[in-house]
């Protein structure tokens, strides 16, 4: 034990000088900042000596319940999955031969869910009961609505809005679509509750979609999938860093120049250490995939690149399925006749790029059409009225800056509160024009810079880069879990004494 605080104090004190003298990565990141970013890079830049069974289980760690909030846990039942799965084949119908069907095997009794909100918030009476649907981050397959209170708590506070976070299924134990599943299910729940939860039907107008990094892809997902099966649309959709193409298929996934501490694309998502749960996805999304080529069951929906000798791309969903729209909403054949998007990025996050485009496509439909091997297809969906949309990147931020204190991040939360609340208080009002914007460590708003629009002109949308993992042979020190623990130990005091 004594190795292990001995290395985490060694790494601190290393940290701490390099801030003092070198200086931090960007000069408006504090010392506690330096200190969170480079105690999660290490962890992601070193997974490889870890299950997925290990890392998830580290990062359920519940966050304590922020002051001024309350927590009421429940849990939504199963014929609401139920409701949601009879959408849901319709609309994934041209895609079901690539799909696993175990998806709609339920092994559990509902969904565990938690209302986030003020004391005495009078929700229940209001004319307008403002409500948002939150879906937490973790690449799909971490983290849970306990260790996104920080989040939920801060967004109830600043909104006075009641939010309703869930622990939608995880991957590679549940993968796509089951998570598309649980959250359709929990929108339905607002829309239509049992009797004896103390409130109404909600009015859709009164809800707002939201989440961070793949709960912000979710979110869009979601979106796309009520628009698709007629459902009645929500007020709004805001995403802080959404993770919206998985091929990973833009420019600023490979930079060198990104500090984010998503390290750059190694060939593959699929970098950690061998377990049980691993192994077993591995061997169906083999399996399936042989089926797939085999049996010539439908067309072929995915590019070239996704074929990959080396396997598996991500723990969410098979190769064959990375461009199915629900799964890369990026990808999808029309972002039009959305909700109002606000879509927030940070200037160094290694998604950067993915977001903009998004951004693009949704605002100016026509302009924009994805991926080449989608040519055609905008032309042939109803779906072709330009959403409104308000892309804003923060200026030496990384990926969900908003989790970590700086200015920036109280003028996300400013301006998320503000979208809230115009999209749900205002319906009727005219909403501001789309925008583009580029926000300074001032809070001063600017016009893009050249480096953003660089992938509004990229060739390769949509196409998984031809890198290989066996290219990246990391020569960093290699973190076990008790020194990752050791580390986020001191870093915690670290975090409290400066």
Same mark, same amino acid.
């Given at each position: 034990?004594?190795?292990?605080?001995?290395?985490?104090?060694?790494?601190? #004190?290393?940290? #701490?000088?390099?801030?003092?003298?070198?200086?931090?990565?960007?000069?408006?990141?504090?010392?506690?900042?330096?200190?969170?970013?480079?105690?999660?890079?290490?962890?992601?830049?070193?997974?490889?000596?870890?299950?997925?069974?290990?890392?998830?289980?580290?990062?359920?760690?519940?966050?304590?319940?922020?002051?001024?909030?309350?927590?009421?846990?429940? /849990?939504?039942?199963?014929?609401?999955?139920?409701?949601?799965?009879?959408?849901?084949?319709?609309?994934?119908?041209?895609?079901?031969?690539?799909?696993?069907?175990?998806?709609?095997?339920?092994?559990?009794?509902?969904?565990?869910?938690?209302?986030?909100?003020?004391?005495?918030?009078?929700?229940? /009476? !209001?004319? #307008?009961?403002?409500?948002?649907?939150?879906?937490?981050?973790?690449?799909?397959?971490?983290?849970?609505?306990?260790?996104? !209170? &920080?989040?939920?708590?801060?967004?109830?506070?600043?909104? &006075?809005?009641?939010?309703?976070?869930?622990?939608?299924?995880?991957?590679?134990?549940?993968?796509?679509?089951?998570?598309?599943?649980?959250?359709?299910?929990?929108?339905?729940?607002?829309? &239509?509750?049992?009797?004896?939860?103390?409130?109404?039907?909600?009015?859709?107008?009164?809800?707002? #979609?939201?989440?961070?990094?793949?709960?912000?892809?979710?979110?869009?997902?979601?979106?796309?999938?009520?628009?698709?099966?007629?459902?009645?649309?929500?007020?709004?959709?805001?995403?802080?860093?959404?993770?919206?193409?998985?091929?990973?298929?833009?420019?600023?996934?490979?930079?060198?120049?990104?500090?984010?501490?998503?390290?750059?694309? /190694?060939?593959?998502?699929?970098?950690?250490?061998?377990?049980?749960?691993? &192994?077993?996805?591995?061997?169906?999304?083999?399996?399936?995939?042989?089926?797939?080529?085999?049996?010539?069951?439908?067309?072929?929906?995915?590019?070239?690149?996704?074929?990959?000798?080396?396997?598996?791309?991500?723990?969410?969903?098979?190769?064959?399925?990375?461009?199915?729209?629900?799964?890369?909403?990026?990808?999808?054949?029309?972002?039009?006749?959305?909700?109002?998007?606000?879509?927030?990025?940070?200037?160094?996050?290694?998604? !950067?790029?993915?977001?903009?485009?998004?951004?693009?496509?949704?605002?100016?439909?026509?302009?924009?059409?994805?991926?080449?091997?989608?040519?055609?297809?905008?032309?042939?969906?109803?779906?072709?009225?330009?959403?409104?949309?308000?892309?804003?990147?923060?200026?030496?931020?990384?990926?969900?800056?908003?989790?970590?204190?700086?200015?920036?991040?109280?003028?996300?939360?400013?301006?998320?509160?503000?979208?809230?609340?115009?999209?749900?208080?205002?319906?009727?009002?005219?909403?501001?024009?789309?925008?583009?914007?580029?926000?300074?460590?001032?809070?001063?708003?600017?016009?893009? /810079?050249?480096?953003?629009?660089?992938?509004?002109?990229?060739?390769?949308?949509?196409?998984?880069?031809?890198?290989?993992?066996?290219?990246?042979?990391?020569?960093?020190? !290699?973190?076990?879990?008790?020194?990752?623990?050791?580390?986020?130990?001191?870093?915690?005091?670290?975090?409290?004494?400066?």
């Amino acid at each position: 034990m004594f190795e292990f605080v001995n290395n985490s104090l060694l790494f601190n #004190i290393s940290l #701490i000088i390099k801030h003092y003298l070198i200086g931090p990565p960007k000069p408006s990141w504090d010392l506690k900042f330096h200190q969170t970013w480079a105690m999660i890079k290490s962890l992601s830049e070193n997974t490889s000596n870890m299950t997925i069974e290990q890392i998830q289980s580290a990062s359920f760690r519940p966050y304590p319940t922020p002051a001024g909030v309350m927590i009421n846990e429940f /849990k939504i039942n199963n014929k609401y999955r139920h409701e949601a799965q009879v959408h849901l084949n319709k609309i994934l119908k041209p895609y079901e031969h690539v799909l696993d069907p175990e998806w709609k095997n339920l092994k559990d009794d509902g969904i565990n869910a938690e209302w986030v909100h003020v004391p005495n918030d009078g929700w229940e /009476k !209001r004319e #307008i009961r403002k409500t948002i649907l939150y879906l937490h981050g973790g690449g799909y397959y971490l983290c849970n609505k306990d260790s996104s !209170r &920080n989040v939920t708590g801060s967004l109830a506070k600043w909104t &006075n809005t009641r939010v309703l976070a869930i622990d939608y299924r995880l991957a590679p134990q549940n993968p796509f679509p089951a998570a598309l599943q649980d959250a359709l299910a929990a929108y339905l729940y607002l829309l &239509n509750p049992p009797k004896d939860t103390g409130f109404e039907p909600l009015n859709p107008k009164n809800i707002v #979609i939201a989440g961070d990094s793949a709960g912000g892809g979710l979110s869009l997902a979601l979106g796309l999938a009520i628009r698709d099966a007629g459902l009645p649309s929500c007020a709004g959709i805001s995403c802080w860093s959404p993770w919206v193409d998985l091929t990973h298929g833009t420019p600023s996934i490979l930079d060198d120049e990104c500090v984010d501490f998503i390290p750059k694309f /190694k060939g593959s998502n699929v970098t950690h250490a061998e377990s049980q749960v691993l &192994n077993e996805y591995k061997e169906k999304t083999a399996a399936l995939t042989e089926k797939i080529k085999k049996q010539n069951l439908g067309p072929k929906i995915w590019h070239d690149s996704f074929d990959r000798p080396d396997g598996v791309l991500q723990l969410y969903a098979p190769n064959e399925c990375l461009a199915i729209p629900y799964v890369s909403p990026m990808l999808t054949e029309s972002l039009g006749n959305l909700p109002p998007l606000l879509l927030v990025a940070g200037d160094e996050e290694r998604i !950067r790029d993915e977001i903009i485009y998004l951004a693009h496509r949704s605002a100016e439909p026509t302009k924009y059409k994805g991926p080449s091997y989608n040519a055609g297809k905008f032309e042939k969906s109803p779906f072709q009225t330009p959403t409104n949309t308000t892309l804003e990147i923060y200026e030496e931020m990384t990926h969900v800056f908003q989790t970590l204190e700086h200015p920036s991040t109280t003028k996300s939360y400013e301006r998320t509160s503000e979208f809230i609340n115009r999209v749900i208080n205002s319906p009727n009002e005219p909403l501001p024009p789309s925008s583009y914007n580029c926000i300074n460590v001032k809070g001063e708003f600017n016009n893009l /810079k050249e480096h953003h629009k660089k992938v509004l002109n990229w060739e390769e949308i949509g196409i998984v880069p031809s890198i290989t993992r066996n290219e990246f042979n990391s020569t960093s020190h !290699r973190l076990t879990p008790k020194l990752l623990i050791s580390i986020g130990i001191v870093s915690v005091l670290a975090y409290v004494l400066y």
